[in-house]
C-alpha cells in the first residue's frame, strides 16, 4: 500500500482524552462543556484542557447535539440590521457563543419593532433559544408560539414571557446628560424624541423629565421625528425657525437624530455649540464624524451581547442569568458649551 492509500489516522475521542488525563469521560465531558464548575477541581479541570489541546480532540458536536436534544443555535432578533449598536451586540452574543460552540442567526425584524415572524418554518425544531435586542413588548408573538427560551435585551424589565433580562442603566445615562448641561447654565431644552414606541426610547424620556423636575427655571419641550437624519433636521428646523425664546439645548434619543439637529442649527445659520447645545445618546461612530463632535452616552454594546448570550446559556442549564443593568458613561465632547447669555456674562 502507498503512502497515498495508508488510511488517515483516527481522530481522537474523548475516551483517549480522559485515558491521557488520568480521569473518567463523564468528567471530560463536564469539562470541555463548561460544566465542570463545583463538580470538578480546578487543577483537574486544567489538566483536561491541556490533554485535549495535546491530542487535538474535537468534540462531535453532531452526535452532542442529537444526544442533548440540541442544535446549538441562537437567534437574534433586532430591528434593523443598518444601525451599528445592533452590529455590536450581535458581535458580544457571536464571540460568547463561538466559545461554548453555539451559533448565532441573525434576523431583522419587519418594519423595526415587529411583529417578528417565524423565521423559520418551526423555530422549535431549528433553535435552542432567541435573544430579542431592543423590541416592541408584542413584537415576538410568533417566537413566543415556538415556546423557546426568550433573553430580552434593552427591554422592558417588567415585560411577559422572557426567561431572562439585560439593560443598560439608559436612566442614569439620561441623568448625567441633564446634570452635564445644567451645569453649564442650560435651562430651556428641546427633547429631539424619537417615534419609535419601545421601551428604552420611553424611558429616556422619562427620565429626562424627572432630572428637570425640580429645576424651577428649566423648560423642556419635546418633539418626536424617526429615526434617520433628515427627521431629526427637518424636527430640529420647525423648533428653531419660530418666534420667542429659542431653546439653548437640544437633547437627542440616538446620535443618528442628533446628527440632524446639527445639520438644522448650521442651515438656519446658528452655531453648535455656541448658540444650540446638542447631545447625543449612544456613541456610534457616526458621534466622532460630525463636526464639532458629539457629546454623548456611550453604550457598551458589545457587552450586551456578551452577557444576553451567556443568559441564554445559563437558561438552558438551569442556571440563573447575572443580575444587575450594565453601567453607561458620558462622553464629553465639542458639541456642548455654555448658552449664549451665560458665555457672554462669562
Known sequence: MTSAQQPAPARPTSRDVARAAGVSQATVSLVLGDKWHGRVSDATAQRVRERATELDYRPNLAARSLRLGRTRTALLVVPALTNEFFARVYTGAAAVAAEHDFGVVLYPSPDGTGPARDPFASARAALDGVIASSMAADALGALHGAELPL?????????????????????DGMRQVVEHLLSLGHRRFVHLASAVDTWTFAVRAQALHDALRNV?????????APLDVRAGREATARVLDTDGPRPTAIVCDDDILA?????????????????????GFDDLALATAVEPELTTVSLPAERVGERGMRALLAVLDGRPAEPGSLPVELVVRGSTAPPPVVAARS
Open 151 to 171: 433573553v430580552m435585551l434593552d427591554s422592558d424589565p417588567s415585560g411577559p414571557e422572557a426567561a431572562a433580562h439585560v439593560n443598560l442603566d439608559i436612566t
Open 216 to 224: 424651577p427655571d428649566a423648560v423642556v419641550d419635546t418633539v418626536r
Open 259 to 279: 446628527a440632524g439637529a446639527c445639520k438644522a442649527v448650521r442651515r438656519l445659520g446658528l452655531r453648535v455649540p455656541d448658540d444650540v447645545s446638542v447631545t
